[in-house]
């Protein structure tokens, strides 16, 4: 007991570094599901898997961390740092792939019609 009481502030920190990677998980989650543009499906099957894979984190970190004790501060701390991470970060994220996503899609416009004006070329 006493090892697990000196052992809090490392725990703090492993979990905190956890829900961070764990909403940097969603974060790559909501790309992949914003190339599909918001299918339902895709949607649905991509959050299930962010979950589980995010619980899994929890579990084994808590695991392999925790002496398989589960108490309620690591799963307060994982959450919250989750919750930062996807309020704060998540959102400068968002918008940095978004801005990526209309570059790319104006470059492959541009290259498309370069491509369609220039077989027009060669039939004449």
């Not at 090892?3 to 989650?29: H, K, M, P, R, V």
């Not at 339902?40 to 619980?55: M, Q, Y």
């Not at 919250?80 to 416009?109: D, N």
Request: hydrophobic share 55%; proline share 2%.
């Amino acid at each position: 007991m006493l090892y697990e009481t000196l052992a809090q502030n490392s725990l703090l920190l492993i979990f905190l570094a956890c829900g961070f990677c764990g909403g940097l998980i969603f974060d790559i989650g909501n790309f992949i599901k914003f190339l599909f543009a918001n299918k339902k499906p895709a949607c649905v099957v991509l959050d299930i898997i962010c979950t589980v894979f995010c619980c899994f984190l929890l579990f084994f970190v808590n695991l392999s961390q925790n002496f398989g004790i589960l108490r309620l501060f690591p799963v307060v701390i994982f959450l919250l740092a989750f919750s930062v991470e996807r309020f704060t970060l998540g959102k400068i994220i968002a918008k940095i792939y978004l801005v990526c996503y209309t570059f790319l899609t104006k470059l492959a416009g541009k290259l498309t019609k370069r491509m369609k004006h220039g077989k027009a070329n060669k039939n004449d």
